[in-house]
Each structure stands twice: as C-alpha cells, then as structure tokens.
C-alpha cells in the first residue's frame, strides 16, 4: 500500500524504485501522508515542500525510466533549516531570519538534486545550531517520537525525529559539538559527523566555522553510507574541503571486522555513567568481540577539558559570524528605528536572536576582548592541540575507538532549560571529536527500562568514515535496534 512505502529504508526503496516494484510518486505520497498525520505531534519540520516533493518526484519517475541510476533517485530526504535552499525559505530556527528565502543552494543541496533526492521539508533545530535539545527553537521544540514528552536532542532534532517517525528517508543534520550524534542516539537513528572538510559548508549559516560539518542522519549504516557518497567531496567555494579522493562506502560494508583494534577510552566510562547505557555500549562491544574484533584500553586524558574549550572556542567564532545579522543586508530589520544606526543594529538583535544566542555572542565576545583573549582564547586553542594529540596517540594503538554519545538517554522537555551548564554537558562524549576534527559515528545500540534508545558512538582517523561504516553495519547485521519502531507509529495506524 502507498501508505507503508515510508516504512522502507532508504536502500530498501532505491532498489524498489530501480526494479520498477515501487513510483517515486507515491513515495513522496506516502512520506506526506506520514507528515501530515504525526507533524501536529512531533514538530520536526518548519517548512513543508510538498509541491515541490511531487514535481522532483516526476521528475525522478522520468530519470528512472529513461534507465538513470542516481545514487538517491527518487528518495525522500528533509533538510536541517541551517542549509540554504535556492527559493524556499530557511530561518536557521531564528526570527531574525524568518522570512529570509537564499537565491542560491548549499553544494550539499545541490549535490543531492544531482542524484536526484526529492525534497519534502526542512527541520526545526536549536536557533542557529546553538543547543543540545532543540528548545531553544523559535518556532518551539520538537517532540521524540519514542516520546513526545522528551527532548529529540539538539541541535538537529527536527532532522532526526523526522527519521524517526518515517517523514523521509534520511536527512541531513549539522554537528558542532555533537548536535548529529546525539539527536541520533535519543531518537534511534543513525548519525554521521564526517571528518572536517570531507563535505563543503557552503551555503550553511555558520555557527562555529573550524567545528560545523555536515552529515546524514539516516535508519541505518548502510543508508547512511549512500547518503555520504552523494554529499561528499571538494569544493572550490569552501577552502577547508579536501580534494582527497570520495571512496565508495557502500562497498566497505563488508560485515567483516575481524582483526579490528576497537580502543575503548577509559575516561568515556565514568562511575557515574547510566547503567542502561553502559550495559548497552559494552554489550554491543561484545557483539563486535565475537566477530572478531579486538579490544584495546585506551585513555584521552584531556577530554575532561573538552566541554570548557568547546564553550570558549565556538561562541567566540559565533559573536563574529553571526555579526552579519545587523537589520541592513538580509533578515529581520525592527520598524520605527529612530534614525540611529546603533539603535536600530541593538534592537533588530535583540528582538531577532534568543536567549541562547544571545548567551554565546556575549561568551564569545567577552572571551575575545582585550585583556581576556590570551587567558582564555589562546588557552583554548592551545588545549584543542592536546585534545588532537591524545587521538593522534590513541589511534597508534586502535582502529577506532568506541563509547557512549550520550552519558544519558533523552530528556524531559523542560528538564535543563533552566541550567544552561546541565544541558551544556549533555554534549560530554562528543565534543572532542569537533576539536580534533575526526569523523564521528552514532548508532543504535539498546533502550533503557522507559523503552528509550541508546546511542553507541564510533570515532575514528581522519578521512576514515568507511570504518565506522563497516563497523556499525556489521553490528546491524546481528541486532535490530535500528529497526525498532516508536510506539507513535503504532498509535497513528490506528488513526
């Protein structure tokens, strides 16, 4: 039935859509019917596309027929609202932006319109990419499928509550400082940061430009691994992408992962873990173990140091960035601004960002001024240097390494909003590998007693998103918690 077609995964239906088993049409029909029945739920979307979802849906019908084999033709994907869309508005979760509709696409955008991907919305995230709970929105939260009273983490939230309720089939989402992988890990799906460089950030609103990076939030490794092949690669517009070779991932699944060192870093295992999620990341070690994976103890003694460099580093790069949102070029300009430049530049932001926003700007700027910038700024830089190192030196000895995303599962809404330090350390496991740059990977492994995911987390070298690849397949070919579906699905059949 048309209505199930947005049950099937991404491979699943590319390989329907090639045999001619299944139209692009009614995937793109189907995956609307889904919006349209759990949206007023789940929130995960600022903008819904559905005219143009069918016109690219025809489109891919006739790229089909005429015997193409794009690497996403035909399948339906959602947008994090921080990605610019040539004629379809993008507000990266701000009111000083709206009403803002970009002129031009981001290269990943344009990429996926290449392999013939089909466009049906764009996702609600954290205001300018800043939050780890996707509340601090200013068009409110999204709500976890698996949960519609917590958080879907953040910042892209929208992108993996939409795959998670079966909305599209995949995404794409932003991570910073883990704002992939840990909406990833509350919400069941499959995140990939890639290493630094691997996509092009052009045409993505910048939060924090040494760390943003864009990646897939998919169903599955496998889906993730088609998504990375179409989306990565170098660009001329963004002088930090690498001009390396893009391999092919879906070959790299191979399920064969016997000789591989896994470092297990001991600072990643506190006391004060959650015992769910423990038992859930060691189990899925185990797993790995018996396929004949070796594990290997491995220590990043300055990760304790992450959190504290991440929230002088990132907010000092966003008060510059976000100093183009002024009230004179694009966006938000108040009426009635008195004739005064100044007032106007105050007002127009002040009413246009959040309190989030406004939090980081002040961070950053206070840690960029005269008299602070070598205490704390250079400070900063310097201990993101022995972040890097302590991978460098752990990577001697191990492949990948493997550890919780989360220290927790997801959140009540509400829970943290009132301690910013509480939800800042709910990016504990993640940060680091945006200090160093390497490629990060979250995968389902488990649920706690409230029936909520557990998030596995794979890093790896640089460039080597293949093993994390590999790795994370191979564990999804002998579980199915990426395969589990949340009880709101279940509630909206009965609809």
């Known amino acids: 039935m048309v209505n199930d077609l947005c049950e099937l995964s991404l491979v699943a239906a590319r390989d329907a859509l090639r045999c001619g088993e299944i139209r692009a049409l009614d995937l793109a029909e189907s995956c609307l019917e889904r919006i349209n029945t759990v949206e007023p739920e789940v929130r995960a979307l600022l903008t819904v596309t559905a005219e143009r979802a069918r016109a690219e849906a025809a489109l891919a019908e006739t790229r089909l027929a005429a015997g193409e ?60 990419a800043m939050g780890s709970s996707n509340e601090n929105s200013a068009f409110g939260p999204t709500h976890n499928p698996w949960d519609l009273a917590c958080v879907p983490g953040g910042s892209s939230g929208g992108s993996a509550a939409a795959v998670a309720a079966r909305e599209c089939a995949a995404a794409l989402g932003t991570d910073t400082g883990g704002s992939i992988r840990l909406p990833a890990s509350f919400t069941g799906t499959c995140g990939l940061k890639p290493t630094y460089g691997r996509v092009s950030r052009f045409g993505l609103a910048a939060y924090a ?5 864009i990646g897939p939030i998919t169903r599955s490794a496998a889906d993730a691994a088609a998504v990375l092949s179409v989306i990565a690669g170098h660009d001329p517009r963004d002088s930090t992408t690498s001009a390396r070779p893009v391999p092919d ?31 859930a990341v060691e189990n899925a070690l185990a797993i ?32 510059s960035n ?31 960002f959040g309190a989030e926003v406004k939090r980081r700007i002040l961070l ?27 991978f460098e030196t752990a990577f001697q000895s191990c ?8 220290a927790t599962t997801a959140f009540q809404l509400g829970e943290r909003t009132a301690d910013p330090l509480a939800m800042y350390l709910s990016d504990v496991f993640t940060i680091a590998a945006n200090l160093a740059g390497i490629p990060g990977l979250s995968v389902p492994c488990g649920f706690d007693s409230k029936l909520l995911p557990i998030g596995l987390q794979l890093l790896g070298r640089w460039f080597d998103e293949a093993s994390l690849l590999r790795t994370a397949d191979a564990l999804q070919r002998d579980t199915d918690w990426h395969l ?5 699905l279940k509630t909206a059949e009965t609809r």
Not at 108 to 124: D, F, T, Y
Not at 484 to 488: A, C, E, G, I, K
């Open 69 to 128: 084999r794009g690497a996403l033709l035909g399948i339906p994907i959602v947008l994090k609202d921080l990605v610019a869309t040539r004629g379809v508005r993008t507000t990266c979760g701000s009111r000083i932006l709206e009403n803002w509709v970009p002129p031009y696409d981001a290269d990943c955008v344009e990429r996926l319109q290449q392999a013939g991907a089909v466009l049906v919305g764009k996702s609600n995230l954290d205001e300018f």
């Open 209 to 213: 430009s040494s760390l943003d990076q």
């Open 249 to 279: 991932y879906e070959a790299a699944l191979t399920g064969d992962v016997r000789g591989l060192r896994i470092g297990v870093p001991r600072e990643y295992f506190p006391d004060e873990l959650n015992p769910a999620v423990r038992q």
């Open 288 to 319: 790995l173990v018996e396929r004949g994976a070796e594990p290997v103890e491995v220590s990043l003694p300055h990760s304790r140091y992450a959190v504290a460099t991440y929230y002088l580093l990132a907010p000092a790069e966003a008060s």
């Open 322 to 352: 976000l100093a183009r949102y002024d009230g004179v070029r694009f966006g938000l300009r108040v009426a009635d601004p008195h004739d005064d430049l100044l007032a106007m530049y105050q007002r127009t932001r002040d009413a246009g």
């Open 364 to 390: 950053g700027t206070w840690a960029l001024s005269s008299g602070y910038y070598d205490a704390y700024y250079l400070k900063a830089q310097r201990t993101r240097r022995l972040v890097r190192q302590d």
């Open 399 to 406: 492949d990948l390494l493997l550890a919780p995303t989360g």
């Open 484 to 488: 589990r579906r949340p009880p709101l």
